[in-house]
């Protein structure tokens, strides 16, 4: 079993940053795949970011150029820094893993005001 424990969100102007971490715990054993999704209201969640052990990443378009994932496997932590947020990007931004099976942790909120 691994639980997801993220951090890291809260409230940002337009054009800001912020870093978000989620811890994974439970296992020794590095975790596949990482990442982040996050899901706004009324929307249906989406991926964000997502990155392998050999930290091959993939991150969705809407993002790209402003989020960078990246992750440190003997902490079986990945990070997720967003710069230059938009209102767009006010979400719940869920941690991700996968291993035998899908994990997720409960949620940051971000809200990116204008």
């Known amino acids: 079993q691994v639980q997801l424990v993220e951090s890291g969100g809260g409230l940002v102007q337009a054009g800001g940053s912020l870093r978000l971490s989620c811890a994974a715990s439970g296992s020794t054993f590095i975790i596949p795949l990482m990442g982040w999704y996050r899901q706004a209201a009324g929307k249906q969640r989406e991926l964000v970011a997502t990155?392998?052990?050999?930290?091959?990443?993939n991150v969705a378009d809407s993002v790209k150029g402003r989020f960078t994932i990246s992750r440190d496997n003997a902490k079986n932590t990945v990070y997720l820094q967003m710069n230059s947020l938009k209102p767009e990007d006010t979400a719940v931004y869920y941690c991700?893993?996968?291993?035998?099976?899908?994990?997720w942790g409960q949620g940051t909120q971000v809200i990116v005001s204008s």
């Open positions: 991700y893993a996968l291993r035998a099976q899908e994990y």
């Open positions: 990155i392998r052990i050999s930290s091959i990443a």
